[in-house]
């Protein structure tokens, strides 16, 4: 490359001296006389002179390139030579690795080979001490395996029967006593107060003059409180207060709020009490969705419909054996959580199913069948997980533990409802037969609306004039004692009472 370089630096050199050499001679013949001629000769000599110099000087500097090309040639190819030389050595060294590993290739197969061959006679030798055995013995080889067994087992059987039962009740000791730490620590962990449920209320009053006016004019207005909601109001219990007496926590708390609301207003009177009950009856609505809504808050449980939350909200209002039915599957949900994550199952699923497992008492009153059956078309209905309803439908043994989870919404169940005073099962009874009470009246057509009052003594029953007369309405009382006398068990006597009450509306226009 460098030799190129110079060689077009001499070439341009050489190109320069003919270009001023023409320029010479156009000077010569341009002058060619007088004085121009003389400057014009000097001129052409100094030309010369400097054209000479030039070209002494281009000829050493072509000189000195060519001498350095062929020194830097002399030193790559000593470079390329001794790339060379290392080059045959690693190629070499190659050849000489790659004869060592055929000599070791060759080695291991050799050695296989001599494997083969001791293996072979090793077989040999074991067949013929195996056919010495044989003869010596007087039995097949396979008549000694069995006769051998045979003398182990025997003396063995009782060995390992002693073993096998000693397992069997250390495996039963360490899962009984692994059940209950689980158990134990559910429980220790789960901490909730239970407060049963009682068939009255206290309704407290800022002033003990306003008895008078709840209790009306004749008793009016505490009649038509005692109609519309069908809870017994004891005005004469306690100073300052009245008792609100009925077996149904909905009534009670329908009563409750409506006497909130007459004393607010001010005006209390029958229009006005059937007013404030009905409004009462919108608000409960609302405080059961309010309920609801806490429950599957306080759980963890986020993904119900709002119609789910409604009938969970309405378990705040019922009771079984004494026990609030929502705080009982609250309280459910929480233990089978816990005893689910430390078994390792499904910890979500398992507490969701436990939340709704009795989410059939919402309407069991309503709905023909058992609260497990009413519960699972629920569930059904709204598009819960199958999972779920599999985990909740076995509580009470009316199906098949399909899922591990539904043994563990069994055993919470029954961890909530054993504890110490959750339940009482007289409560349940009494609140059983009033509602039996209850239903024997409703079985009679014309019938719209039957309250049990007085702890079951009285029958109040409400009935469609149109439907029922006079006449017939004192055949009804007679017909609805005598079936009370037929089919129920009572202690005392059972008062019916049937009421016919006939409106008339019309409107001015």
Do not use: C, W
Not at 280 to 287: F, P, S, V
Not at 385 to 400: C, W
Not at 428 to 445: G, H
């Amino acid at each position: 490359m460098i030799l190129e370089n110079n060689l077009f630096f001499l070439t341009g050199l050489i190109v320069i001296s003919a270009i001023i050499g023409f320029f010479i001679n156009r000077l010569i013949s341009i002058y060619s006389t007088g004085k121009a001629e003389q400057t014009a000769k000097k001129k052409i000599e100094e030309a010369q002179t400097n054209a000479q110099d030039l070209v002494l000087r281009a000829k050493e500097k072509a000189v000195q390139i060519l001498e350095e090309a062929k020194e830097e040639e002399k030193v790559k190819k000593s470079q390329l030579d001794k790339m060379e030389e290392r080059i045959l050595k690693k190629e070499d060294q190659l050849e000489e690795g790659t004869r060592e590993v055929e000599k070791q290739k060759m080695k291991v197969v050799q050695d296989v080979e001599k494997l083969k061959l001791a293996k072979q006679q090793i077989e040999e030798m074991k067949g013929r001490v195996a056919e010495e055995l044989e003869k010596a013995a007087g039995m097949k080889r396979e008549e000694a395996r069995e006769k051998l067994m045979k003398e182990i087992r025997e003396a063995s059987r009782e060995d390992l029967a002693i073993l096998s039962q000693k397992l069997e009740k250390e495996r039963k000791e360490e899962i009984e006593k692994r059940s209950l730490e689980i158990i134990t620590s559910s429980i220790q962990r789960y901490a909730r107060s239970n407060i049963s449920e009682m068939t009255t209320s206290v309704y407290h009053l800022p002033d003990e003059d306003l008895k008078g006016k709840i209790i009306g004019r004749e008793g009016r207005n505490i009649r038509t409180i005692e109609r519309m909601t069908g809870v017994e109001l004891i005005v004469d219990e306690a100073p300052d207060s009245v008792v609100l007496s009925s077996y149904d926590p909905m009534r009670r708390e329908i009563a409750r709020i409506a006497l909130d609301k007459l004393l607010k207003d001010g005006r209390i009177q029958p229009a006005k009490i059937e007013e404030k009950v009905e409004e009462a009856k919108q608000e409960l609505a609302k405080k059961m969705q309010e309920k609801g809504e806490e429950a599957a808050l306080e759980v963890g449980v986020y993904d119900l419909p709002k119609e789910i939350i409604q009938l969970l909200g309405r378990l705040y209002f019922r009771t079984s054996y004494g026990q609030n039915v929502l705080n009982h599957s609250i309280e459910m949900a929480h233990i089978a959580r816990m005893i689910s994550s430390e078994l390792g199952l499904n910890a979500e699923m398992t507490k969701k199913a436990a939340l709704l497992h009795d989410i059939g008492k919402a309407i069991d009153h309503e709905v023909e069948g058992t609260h497990v059956e009413i519960g699972r078309k629920i569930l059904k209905k709204y598009n819960i997980d199958e999972q779920v309803i599999r985990a909740m439908e076995s509580h009470h043994d009316d199906y098949p533990y399909s899922v591990p989870e539904a043994f563990v919404v069994a055993a919470a169940d029954a961890l909530s409802a054993a504890r110490p005073g959750a339940r009482r099962e007289t409560v349940e009874n009494f609140i059983k037969r009033l509602e039996e009470l209850e239903q024997v009246a409703k079985s009679f057509n014309g019938v719209r609306d039957v309250y049990a009052i007085s702890a079951g003594r009285e029958l109040r029953v409400f009935v469609i004039p149109e439907k029922i007369d006079d006449f017939g309405a004192l055949t009804l009382a007679r017909d609805i004692a005598k079936k009370i006398e037929s089919e129920l068990k009572y202690p005392g006597e059972i008062k019916v009472n049937v009421i016919r009450e006939m409106r008339a509306v019309e409107y001015a226009k």
